[in-house]
């Protein structure tokens, strides 16, 4: 009985012995079955019985009668013939609604703890994702202010646009790096 593991057992025990086979989805589609073929062999009585009282009923005619008054007082009895056969019709219907209903529900609960762990690893990509995308943008945000902050050279000197050394110094590369208040010594030169 696969379908019921996800049941609690004492919410199992108080089900009825007769009924626990029924949560087994093989039982109850034999249970079913069994059912409508039950409801169809009642809906082909109830009909058969219809017809019988509909004739009969409909042919006696009694002195007085105007042209529809067996007609009239059958249909007072064949009323509930009709309903009998509605009736079981909507049985059999009910009994393959509540299997496939079922089958849908076995299913759903089968499938559901794949599902879940796939939308907690969806969840875990999009925000390792976000992450990168946070500490990309911190380092690009990061790598602009130290850009922003870094000396530069004295106006009207030439520099090397790689290394950022003076084109006059002969050890290209040894730069002098001094801060962030070099920047605000700096005043109308």
């Known amino acids: 009985m696969t379908e019921i593991e996800h049941v609690a057992e004492e919410t199992l025990n108080r089900v009825p012995a007769e009924f626990r086979p029924l949560l087994n989805l093989d039982h109850l589609t034999t249970f079913t079955l069994d059912r409508q073929r039950e409801h169809n062999n009642d809906v082909s009585g109830y009909e058969a019985g219809y017809v019988v009282f509909q004739i009969a009923l ?87 202010t130290a850009a922003s902050m870094a000396p530069r050279p004295p106006e009207g000197e030439v520099t090397d646009g790689e290394t950022g050394a003076h084109a006059s110094d002969p050890a290209a590369g040894a730069r002098v790096v001094r801060g962030v208040n070099d920047l605000f010594d700096r005043k109308g030169a």
Do not use: C, N
């Open 58 to 144: 409909r042919s006696q005619h009694i002195d007085g009668d105007h042209r529809f008054a067996a007609r009239l007082r059958a249909r007072k009895v064949e009323k509930h013939w009709r309903a009998l056969v509605k009736a079981s019709r909507d049985a059999a219907q009910a009994m393959e609604s509540l299997r496939l209903a079922y089958a849908d529900h076995v299913r759903v609960v089968q499938a559901l703890p794949g599902e879940r762990a796939q939308k907690k690893a969806d969840r875990e990509q999009k925000k390792a994702s976000r992450r990168t995308s946070v500490s990309a943008l911190a380092a690009k945000s990061l790598h602009k």
